[in-house]
T-cell receptor, first 116, second 113 residues
Framework: AQKITQTQPGMFVQEKEAVTLDCTYD???????LFWYKQPSSGEMIFLIY??????QNATEGRYSLNFQKARKSANLVISASQLGDSAMYFC?????????????FGKGTRLHILP | DVKVTQSSRYLVKRTGEKVFLECVQD?????MFWYRQDPGLGLRLIYF???????EKGDIPEGYSVSREKKERFSLILESASTNQTSMYLC????????????FGPGTRLTVT
């Protein structure tokens, strides 16, 4: 079974609109961390945001916020006021901290296209 | 700034050749990782290492080996390259027990002909 599911292979969004990228996860651990990374066409992976399973508030970093719904095992990324430079692949990822092995499991990604 | 560097951005090798992909990090991270990235499959973990001379298999270790003789350097070795190993290879590093992110290198796009 997939541990990280990103159901949207691709999305097209008009510039300045808000974007929600979906991510659901599967774990039996009580302690885990959730990540979002951005990969522009240049190829480098850029860390965007982190949410710990015990964090009560949704994580925010500038225009990025993580809509964490623990009961639904959902960790959607919200980008407010999208910009052309947001066009990229986006990966959701999870670290199951009870394994103590520091591995991060990645989803298959969503390709976001921002239209002018 | 954390820096993870990879020896080549682009590499073309022939089937059967031995291939070395080098990764170096300058942040004294204990953990280092090798992934391959293929369209529609996301990032898949090949091998990782928690410390010098330690290595652990990831999800797809077949056809690969690794070497970590120094803390800052983690090498991925393709003993006999095959065309199905044509891919983007990404190296990453992190502190042990870190609740935060892995830092990635720029990637090596390997083509095996």
């Amino acid at each position: 079974a997939q541990k990280i599911t990103q159901t949207q292979p691709g999305m097209f969004v008009q510039e300045k609109e808000a974007v929600t990228l979906d991510c659901t996860y599967d774990t039996s651990d009580q302690s885990y961390g959730l990540f979002w990374y951005k990969q522009p066409s240049s190829g480098e992976m850029i860390f965007l945001i982190y949410q710990g399973s015990y964090d009560e508030q949704n994580a925010t970093e500038g225009r990025y916020s993580l809509n964490f719904q623990k009961a639904r095992k959902s960790a959607n990324l919200v980008i407010s006021a999208s910009q052309l430079g947001d066009s990229a692949m986006y990966f959701c990822a999870m670290r199951e901290e009870e394994n103590r092995d520091d591995k991060i499991i990645f989803g298959k990604g969503t390709r976001l296209h921002i239209l002018p | 700034d954390v820096k993870v560097t990879q020896s080549s951005r682009y590499l073309v090798k022939r089937t059967g050749e031995k291939v070395f992909l080098e990764c170096v990090q300058d942040m004294d991270h204990e953990n280092m990782f090798w992934y391959r990235q293929d369209p529609g499959l996301g990032l898949r973990l090949i091998y990782f290492s928690y410390d010098v001379k330690m290595k652990e298999k990831g999800d797809i270790p077949e056809g690969y080996s690794v070497s970590r003789e120094k803390k800052e350097r983690f090498s991925l070795i393709l003993e006999s390259a095959s065309t199905n190993q044509t891919s983007m290879y990404l190296c990453a590093s992190s502190h042990r027990d870190s609740n935060y992110e892995q830092y990635f290198g720029p990637g090596t796009r390997l083509t095996v002909t």
